[in-house]
């Protein structure tokens, strides 16, 4: 069963860093995309980050600068930094993975939390 699991969540000042982790495990022969979402309650979720098989990226409007997405050699773990945090980036964040011929699949989602 293909799993994929984030980490690193946490709470952090304004002005601190975070460094979030996304790991796919299980039978994986192809990956087309991995990235990041973020929810804050009672909204829809909202692109982050996505970086593709072929290593380009993307992002919102709102973390361009401060963010940035990396992959590990494999393919199969992506990191999300978080520098420069402001209090409205608290939110749950979930990593997705996409296949070919495949749904998307979702982490279960880890808090981040900016407060002072």
């Known amino acids: 069963q293909v799993q994929v699991v984030e980490s690193g969540g946490g709470l952090v000042q304004p002005g601190g860093s975070l460094r979030l982790s996304c790991a796919a495990s299980?039978?994986?022969?192809?990956?087309?995309?991995m990235g990041w979402y973020r929810q804050i309650p009672g909204t829809q979720r909202e692109l982050v980050a996505i970086i593709t098989s072929a290593g380009s990226t993307d992002y919102a409007d709102s973390v361009k600068g401060r963010f940035a997405i990396s992959r590990d050699g494999a393919q199969n773990t992506v990191y999300l930094q978080m520098n420069n945090l402001n209090v409205a980036d608290t939110a749950v964040y979930y990593c997705?993975?996409?296949?070919?011929?495949?749904?998307?699949?979702w982490g279960q989602g880890t808090q981040v939390t900016v407060s002072s």
């Open positions: 997705y993975l996409d296949r070919p011929f495949s749904a998307r699949t």
């Open positions: 299980g039978r994986i022969p192809s990956i087309r995309a």
